[in-house]
């Protein structure tokens, strides 16, 4: 996905404002940092499914010793 990313803001930096108006893009910078917040965002979200998998694991292994006392 990053690399979209990066091929959607280099085809938004390489276009005139003539072209990019013609697509209905009419802030280029608006969208480079609303893609570049969508990517930052995408980041966060898997870090933190990641950690709560990880402490799904860690309740499921206490979980566990605690039903055997």
Same mark, same amino acid.
């Given at each position: &996905?990053?690399? #979209?990313?990066?091929?959607? %803001?280099? =085809?938004? +930096?390489?276009?005139?404002?003539? #072209?990019?108006?013609?697509?209905?893009?009419?802030?280029?910078?608006?969208?480079?940092?609303?893609?570049?917040?969508?990517?930052? &965002?995408?980041? =966060?979200v898997q870090n933190l499914e990641r950690k709560c998998q *990880? &402490?799904?694991? *860690?309740? +499921?292994? =206490?979980? *566990?010793?605690?039903? %055997?006392?």
């Amino acid at each position: &996905m990053p690399e #979209q990313a990066d091929r959607l %803001i280099h =085809f938004l +930096n390489t276009h005139t404002r003539k #072209q990019l108006a013609a697509l209905d893009i009419r802030d280029k910078i608006g969208t480079i940092l609303t893609i570049k917040k969508v990517l930052t &965002m995408k980041n =966060f979200v898997q870090n933190l499914e990641r950690k709560c998998q *990880e &402490m799904q694991v *860690e309740i +499921n292994a =206490f979980a *566990e010793k605690f039903t %055997i006392l």
